[in-house]
């Protein structure tokens, strides 16, 4: 067979290799998805109340290749809840000394 089908056989050995790779790393595969809307929700929410910087600029500062799905700033609780590939994530700022926190229950986003 691989002399016959030389790239088939590669093909084939190449989808095996990532199936094995994948399933050793399954565990942070998992906790993928977590990480956009974390990380989206916490750096906003400390460029935000604890640098104080526009609202604007920490837009821009917390852009990723992968897109939010849902993003909601809220000013009066400086609380930050962002989703990203289906996972739901918030910050909130606690005080000038700690500043912001991920929130164990996340926040449900407005309807936009």
């Known amino acids: 067979m691989i002399r016959r089908r030389p790239f088939s056989a590669l093909l084939l050995l190449i989808l095996l290799l990532l199936a094995a790779l994948g399933w050793q790393n399954r565990a942070h595969l998992q906790a993928f998805p977590d990480i956009i ?3 989206s929700a916490k750096e906003y929410c400390s460029c935000r109340y604890v640098a104080n910087n526009p609202a604007q600029y920490c837009e821009a500062y917390v852009a990723q290749y992968v897109p939010l799905s849902g993003f909601f700033d809220d000013v009066a609780h400086r609380r930050v809840t962002a989703r990203g590939l289906g996972r739901t994530q918030s910050a909130q700022w606690l005080n000038p000394r700690q500043g912001c ?12």
Request: charged content about 5%; overall charge negative; hydrophobic content about 40%.
């Open 37 to 39: 809307g974390a990380y």
């Open 101 to 112: 926190q991920l929130l164990a229950e996340p926040t449900v986003l407005p309807p936009s």
